[in-house]
């Protein structure tokens, strides 16, 4: 069966360090795989897209690589801030699948002071 | 730009009756709109995807008569939940797909009903 997996567990790291979320995924075939973030009450906010063709994609303090082999997406935050502090959730558009984007259960990251 | 209007944000409705979501695209055009649902502390579940001019399509288990859906124009995605009941208290949010390559989804802000 299909899958997309992200640590449910909460993540806690210190101010200024690096976070780094998983997805991985199983029976797949994703042509692109985008990164949101969602905070409490709201609706997620798109940060990032990485195509199958891409290894690597950055945005100001944030990176994304994907690995078709492993079947996995590893989201970095550089000097995280508490204001980072949010659900992030990675997203899967398959091939053929005419847009539609499936989601991972996200990961919550706490960032503290 | 890329801007996904959703209303209302919060609703609470009496058992029984229905209640009708907007989403609207303010500064783009969107054939295709897509409805979720997200519980507690879960991911969002894809209801259905909306289609401008023609017949929602539901995903597997999701009842079409219960939640209907209407796209009459490029920028207005409307889901009503008919006879709600208490299991249907949820946060919705609708999503659409700005024309701009390589960028993602746009979300509404969802909203989240409450049947009591």
């Known amino acids: 069966s299909q899958k997309i997996e992200q640590n449910s567990e909460a993540l806690n790291i210190q101010e200024g360090k690096t976070a780094t979320l998983t997805c991985n995924y199983t029976n797949y075939s994703p042509a692109y795989l985008q990164w949101y973030r969602q905070d409490p009450g709201r609706g997620p906010v798109f940060l990032l897209l990485i195509r199958e063709n891409e290894k690597e994609k950055r945005k100001e303090r944030l990176k994304v690589t994907f690995d078709t082999t492993l079947k996995q997406s590893l989201f970095h935050i550089t000097a995280s801030q508490p204001a980072d502090s949010a659900t992030y959730l990675c997203?899967?558009?398959?091939?053929?699948?005419?847009?539609?984007?499936?989601f991972g259960g996200g990961t919550r990251l706490m960032v503290k002071p | 730009g890329a801007v996904v209007s959703q209303h209302p944000s919060r609703v609470i409705c009496k058992s029984g009756t229905s209640v009708k979501i907007e989403c609207r695209s303010l500064d783009f055009q969107a054939t295709t709109m897509f409805w979720y649902r997200q519980f507690p502390k879960q991911s969002l579940m894809l209801m259905a995807t909306s289609n401008e001019g023609s017949k929602a399509t539901y995903e597997q288990g999701v009842e079409k008569d219960k939640f209907l859906i209407n796209h009459a124009s490029l920028t207005l995605s409307t889901l009503t939940v008919t006879s709600a009941h208490p299991e249907d208290s949820s946060f919705y949010i609708c999503s659409a797909t700005p024309p701009v390559d390589g960028y993602g989804y746009t979300f509404g802000s969802g909203t989240r009903l409450t049947v009591v």
């Open positions: 997203a899967l558009m398959n091939n053929n699948a005419g847009n539609m984007l499936t």
